[in-house]
């Protein structure tokens, strides 16, 4: 038996941060395709079922086409059976005004809801909410002769959960007889041993949909076979946001700065979204311009951001006797009230001024 994993795919997403409103759009449709084409995948590939763990949708209004989409893709593989659990950013169940509902959709409550699988599987899954969470795991009572996948929609609480009904402790889980427990809501792959006998695990995101979505995003595939469950993850994503920092201590022109950048992207595809993240420490007089640097690069890839952590490469003492006007303004500066981040700026744009750079 197969069975993929898939969680916070946050369908109908407003995608605005960061992008255009002509890519926020296009961003929103390729969510959409990425799911759908997960849903072939795992239909040509022999899948069973499918988890979905929470935040399919991202609010309450959720758009017809956003709607039709996921229950098109339910009716047109009848042989596959979709468990959803709700999540916390699944505030409206968009199957409230169906007249009937998919015989292969099946869904959970408040209280745990199990589901016999063939190749004796059996998964159950229960809808977090405030204050639930400790009483639910007391009552999970699972046959220890079958292969148990529990799902949930949480943190649990060694991120720290700030908010009760998001949160739950896994300690509370370990040694009921779990074989896999598949989560949704961080969304990033994570894999850990809950105890002896099974493995907690979140899949992700299907698709990152900003710069603090970095890196591979994709869904798990698990096959139960001979009576073991094993478990694969499989990047997907038509896109990837990724972090580039590149050092550019030392450089002086905007030459040098761009060979550096090159050779930190020689590998990633024009496809992805990539934010440079400029590092180390730099001359008052280097030609270092982040507007410049994003504009040059900004038809190579589908998004990119420049940003500027680098640090001001001056030292009082190289100008305690220097009696030029550059060594006078050096040393005013330093002696100011500003803040640090503020006599950076004045240094850097002073001395470029007094050099005879714009």
Not at 268 to 282: F, M, N, Q, R, S
Request: aromatic share 8%.
């Amino acid at each position: 038996m197969k069975i993929i994993h898939c969680a916070d795919l946050h369908l109908d997403s407003r995608m605005e941060t960061g992008l255009s409103k002509e890519k926020a759009k296009e961003r929103r449709l390729e969510l959409l395709r990425t799911f759908t084409q997960m849903i072939e995948r795992g239909a040509a590939e022999g899948v069973d079922a499918v988890l979905l763990c929470g935040d399919l949708f991202d609010a309450r209004t959720i758009s017809a086409r956003a709607r039709n989409c996921v229950l098109d893709a339910v009716r047109e593989h009848p042989k596959m059976r979709f468990y959803y659990l709700q999540g916390n950013h699944d505030q409206n169940s968009f199957l409230s005004d169906l007249a009937e509902k998919p015989e292969n959709l099946k869904t959970f409550g408040p209280d745990w809801t199990s589901y016999e699988e063939q190749d004796g599987v059996t998964i159950t899954g229960a809808e977090i909410t405030e204050g639930t969470a400790d009483a639910l795991a007391e009552r999970l009572i699972l046959d220890a002769e079958r292969i148990n996948i529990v799902m949930l929609h949480g943190q649990v609480t060694e991120y720290g959960a700030k908010r009760q009904q998001e949160g739950f402790s896994l300690r509370k889980l370990k040694n009921r007889n779990i074989d896999y427990l598949a989560l949704g809501h961080i969304h990033s792959y994570r894999r850990e041993r809950l105890d002896e006998r099974g493995l907690w695990c979140y899949s992700g995101c299907l698709e990152g949909r900003g710069f603090d979505e970095c890196g591979e995003k994709g869904y798990v595939l698990l096959e139960v076979k001979d009576g073991r469950l094993s478990s694969e993850f499989v990047p997907f994503a038509c896109r990837r946001f990724q972090e580039v920092c590149v050092d550019v201590s030392g450089l002086f022109t905007q030459e040098e700065i761009r060979r550096a950048i090159r050779q930190a992207l020689r590998e990633i595809p024009p496809t992805d979204a990539v934010k440079i993240i400029l590092t180390g420490e730099t001359p008052p007089e280097a030609e270092k311009d982040a507007a410049a640097i994003e504009k040059w690069l900004e038809n190579d890839y589908y998004l990119l951001k420049v940003k500027d952590e680098t640090r001001l490469a001056i030292h009082p003492e190289d100008y305690q006797y220097d009696v030029s006007l550059k060594g006078e303004f050096v040393r005013l500066v330093l002696a100011s009230r500003l803040s640090a981040a503020e006599k950076e700026q004045v240094l850097r744009l002073g001395i470029r001024a007094l050099t005879g750079e714009d």
